[in-house]
């Protein structure tokens, strides 16, 4: 995570062993552990809108709603940055969604 007095080391999870992955995070220390999906799903393991809490999302191929977060106890106010995916990320294409698929999820947004 690029925040404004260091880069932050934090966790990006997908969809699969979530909640282990949140137990492990929290022993080892990372204060962040971040996602991209489903935002009504992952609310009951304590993920949020990540935008809420002042974090950018990586990309604005990711809907605001989809770019979750939950703060771990090593978390500092001061961490509060954009997020930065690894360049193998960016290489193989895995960050956010690409139109059309994007378009219909924000139109869903809207009329919500």
Same mark, same amino acid.
């Given at each position: 995570?690029?925040?404004?007095?260091?880069?932050? %080391?934090?966790?990006?999870?997908?969809?699969?062993? /979530?909640?282990?992955?949140?137990?492990? =995070?929290? /022993?080892?220390?990372?204060? !962040? /552990? &971040?996602?991209?999906?489903?935002?009504?799903?992952?609310? *009951?393991?304590?993920?949020?809108?990540? %935008?809420?809490?002042?974090?950018?999302?990586?990309?604005?191929?990711?809907?605001?709603? =989809? &770019?979750?977060?939950?703060? !771990?106890?090593?978390?500092?106010?001061?961490?509060?940055?954009?997020?930065?995916?690894?360049?193998?990320?960016?290489?193989?294409?895995?960050?956010?969604? *690409? %139109?059309?698929?994007?378009?219909?999820?924000?139109?869903?947004?809207?009329? =919500?």
């Amino acid at each position: 995570m690029d925040a404004p007095l260091r880069l932050v %080391d934090a966790l990006a999870v997908c969809p699969l062993a /979530v909640a282990h992955a949140l137990r492990e =995070a929290e /022993v080892a220390g990372y204060p !962040l /552990v &971040f996602r991209e999906g489903d935002w009504s799903y992952y609310s *009951r393991l304590g993920f949020g809108r990540a %935008d809420a809490l002042g974090f950018r999302a990586p990309s604005l191929r990711i809907p605001p709603p =989809a &770019f979750q977060v939950t703060v !771990l106890r090593q978390h500092e106010q001061w961490m509060i940055a954009a997020f930065v995916y690894p360049d193998v990320f960016w290489r193989l294409d895995c960050v956010g969604l *690409r %139109d059309p698929e994007l378009e219909e999820v924000m139109a869903r947004i809207e009329a =919500a």
